[in-house]
């Protein structure tokens, strides 16, 4: 148990051994090498180890232009009319949102009445009265159940009648499956003002340059490749679905795209480098065998001659999620000397390894942990045995030095008696010593 113990209490220190072995050597270069091109390339200068960040805090707003013309007059609701930014921008404002109608079904002069359900409802089927629950309201239904049963002439099995909006809605697109109503979306602009501020470095930005004029802005459309154009804040519709690689799907049941704004600003430089980039991708499933796409209802509501009446809309269409991301990065003391002590510390991963390799991989390395590990108890024993028997015997001496004994003589003259200290002592009488100095 005591050596259990003493294990506690042992102390290791490093060896130093040089080991003349080429490979070991090549591998440790190397390693060394590996860590420094790490260190350097990747965090001081792709990283920008040497900086301290800030996220920014972000403002957007949007504004959308355009007309549309339709005249489909054998398409109740629809036919030949004028359509603007009040007709298709529904909800008319959102939070980092906005979306634009590009296809509907329209169900016009609704009113509240009674009608039969439709057919499609399971829980609507009947063959009389008995087989309707007044009040009876079913989850996929459209309204309460009157109970009684309507069975048009000539079939066998009726449906229930219900109280609810009638006419019941009309779901069927108005052009099928192979084109939507609204094709001048293509041509609608888009203006997103972005305002950005960094707080930690008391940076404000936008996206509209300092530079720009009333006469830019009414007349550019963005442009990646264009020198001027790739900083305006207005954006045609046709060019964000060009960028987001949609196919005509998105405008017949609806869909969702994601406008990203990222600024990236190295403030080590002047402001006005800081500058954002766009992207365009769609977010949803285009390829989802069911429910895809994206669509909502709402309704128009009026009055006639006292009866209440709406005008229901299922609007499908596009809804564009706009994120913004962005992070500033200025030179700081603190960063930089703690990347560069996590580099040294890294460096010392190298010899490590290579002991590994040395120590267990290679066919000498029997006589390398000969070299490596010393243990130096027998010498501590040896050494402990030496300082034993030295005050061993500096004990022995001293106890035989006290029994030494005064020869005391009856000497008329006296007798001088010198010690190792040099005192001397004079007897003049028997048991009286004085002392001369």
Partial sequence: MVKGIAVLFEYETPKLVQISNIRIGVTQRLLQLVILIYVVCWVMIYEKGYQENDIAKSAVTTKVKGVGFTKFSH?????????????????????????????????????????????????????????????????????????????????????????????LENDTLPLGRKSFLFPMVYNYTLLIKNDINFEKFGIHRRNIQNWASKKFLRTCLYNKT????????????????????????IFISGGVIGIDIDWKCDLDWDVQYCNPTYSFRRLDDAHAKIASGFNFRYA?????????????????????????????GKFHLLPLTMNIGSGLALLGLAPTVCDIIALNLLRSRDIYQRAKFETIAEEQAHLSSRRAD???????????????????????????????????FTVSDTQTIHSST
Avoid at 127 to 147: E, M, Q, R, V, W
Avoid at 300 to 327: C, M, P, Q, W
Wanted: charged share 25%; proline share 6%; glycine share 8%.
């Fill in 226 to 249: 264009d020198p001027e154009n790739r900083f305006c804040p207005i954006f045609q519709f046709g060019t964000i679905f060009e960028e987001a690689h949609v196919d005509q799907s």
């Fill in 75 to 167: 398409i109740p609701g629809i036919g030949m009319r004028s359509w603007d930014v009040a007709d298709y921008i529904v909800p008319p404002l959102e939070n980092n949102a906005l979306f634009v109608i590009t296809n509907l079904v329209k169900t016009e002069r609704q009113s509240l009445s009674k009608c039969p359900e439709s057919s499609w409802v399971p829980e609507a089927a009947c063959y009389k009265d008995s087989d309707c629950k007044p009040y009876f309201i079913s989850h996929l239904g459209n309204g309460a159940h009157t109970g009684k049963c309507i069975i048009k002439p000539g079939n066998d099995i009726g449906s229930c009648e219900i109280y609810s909006w009638c006419p």
């Fill in 300 to 328: 128009h509501f009026y009055s006639e001659n006292g009866t209440n009446y709406r005008d229901l809309i299922k609007a499908y269409g596009i809804r564009f999620v706009i994120h913004v991301s962005g992070e500033a």
């Fill in 390 to 424: 030295k005050a061993q015997r500096k004990k022995y001496g001293l106890s035989k030095r006290n029994t030494e004994t005064i020869n005391e003589n009856s000497d008329e003259n006296g007798k001088i008696i010198q010690w190792k200290d040099d005192q001397e």
